[in-house]
T-cell receptor, first 113, second 114 residues
Framework: LAKTTQPISMDSYEGQEVNITCSHN???????ITWYQQFPSQGPRFIIQ?????VTNEVASLFIPADRKSSTLSLPRVSLSDTAVYYC??????????????WGLGTSLAVNP | DAGVTQSPTHLIKTRGQQVTLRCSPI?????VSWYQQVLGQGPQFIFQ???????GRGNFPDRFSARQFPNYSSELNVNALLLGDSALYLC?????????????FGDGTRLSIL
């Protein structure tokens, strides 16, 4: 099972760019890297997913180096509403394989005024 | 379009009772998964269903069971409730089980055991 390691917590200020790095040394060939955001008392919300190189959408960018042993979620110009827990997941979501997606403690991001 | 809906939103039970939680996936989604999330922890996988068949099971006791209906909605049943079953129970759906299909989560059912 591909385990991930990410910082437990991070602090930032409004308007700054935030980069959260996730290590996944034993990532497998079929594994995708997926990031979710979770606010208190809500379900996780999909942010971005990638397999290699760089992926960008309207809310974030995901940078994946060639060896794929780590990935970095980049949040441009954060606001107070970006305060949440961010989870990095690595896994092959083939049939019945959600059990292989290990949700760690995530990174608790606090954005200050 | 409606997202994943779960009911009830909150529930209080006592030890030894049984509970049934319900989930309606996004229209067109055929895969449903259930997770347990204890305060301060990440979600823990319980079950995955696809096309009404169980496709995956996490490390939970047999007191936990689930099923998926022809309309792809799902129920999670927990028997003989213990204090430790107090948690947020999350349901997630996706179109299928392909590698690159992210899951869409409901806001969960908060279960409290007294």
């Amino acid at each position: 099972l591909a385990k991930t390691t990410q910082p437990i917590s991070m602090d930032s200020y409004e308007g700054q760019e935030v980069n959260i790095t996730c290590s996944h040394n034993n990532i497998a060939t079929n594994d995708y890297i997926t990031w979710y955001q979770q606010f208190p008392s809500q379900g996780p919300r999909f942010i971005i997913q990638g397999y290699k190189t760089k992926v960008t959408n309207e809310v974030a960018s995901l940078f994946i180096p060639a060896d794929r042993k780590s990935s970095t979620l980049s949040l441009p110009r954060v606001s107070l509403s970006d305060t949440a827990v961010y989870y990095c997941l690595v896994g092959d979501r083939g049939a019945g394989n959600n059990r292989k997606l290990i949700w760690g403690l995530g990174t608790s991001l606090a954005v200050n005024p | 379009d409606a997202g994943v809906t779960q009911s009830p939103t909150h529930l209080i039970k006592t030890r030894g009772q049984q509970v049934t939680l319900r989930c309606s996936p996004i229209s067109g989604h055929k895969s449903v998964s259930w997770y347990q999330q204890v305060l301060g922890q990440g979600p823990q996988f319980i079950f995955q269903y696809y096309e009404k068949e169980e496709r995956g099971r996490g490390n939970f006791p047999d007191r936990f069971s689930a099923r998926q209906f022809p309309n792809y909605s799902s129920e999670l049943n927990v028997n003989a409730l213990l204090l430790g079953d107090s948690a947020l129970y999350l349901c997630a759906s996706s179109p299928g089980t392909a590698h690159n299909q992210p899951q869409h989560f409901g806001d969960g059912t908060r279960l409290s055991i007294l």
